[in-house]
């Protein structure tokens, strides 16, 4: 299974950006995609994850804010990022799990300026 990103880049604050998150190879129909991101000095973590059923999951500091969702025919995630911040500058990875293994696709830089 590989996993293409896109759509990272550079925002000012109170700016919109949107990730992209394509799937491909033999993937198992049920699985939750999901983007984590990584800010220098500090651990990966959650952003937002959806369920092949359409459960959707958010870290607190991106509620209201933030919106996954997901194209189950074409195995692509999106992340729609609204009313940005410097502190949400990182590096975003893409995750797909199953409940045999994860996957993980390359980081894409979104840099927030104030």
């Known amino acids: 299974v590989q996993l293409q990103a896109s759509g990272g880049g550079l925002a000012q604050a109170g700016g919109s950006l949107r990730l992209s998150c394509a799937a491909s190879?033999?993937?198992?129909?049920?699985?939750?995609m999901g983007w984590y991101r990584q800010a220098p000095g500090k651990q990966r973590e959650l952003v937002a994850s959806?369920?092949?059923?359409?459960?959707?999951n958010y870290a607190d500091s991106v509620k209201g804010r933030f919106t996954i969702s997901r194209d189950n025919a074409k195995n692509t995630v999106y992340l729609q990022m609204n009313s940005l911040t410097p502190e949400d500058t990182a590096v975003y990875y893409c995750?797909?799990?199953?409940?045999?293994?994860?996957?993980w696709g390359q980081g894409t830089l979104v840099t927030v300026s104030s």
């Open positions: 995750n797909l799990e199953t409940w045999y293994s994860a996957y």
């Open positions: 959806i369920t092949s059923g359409g459960s959707t």
């Open positions: 190879g033999s993937i198992f129909s049920i699985n939750t």
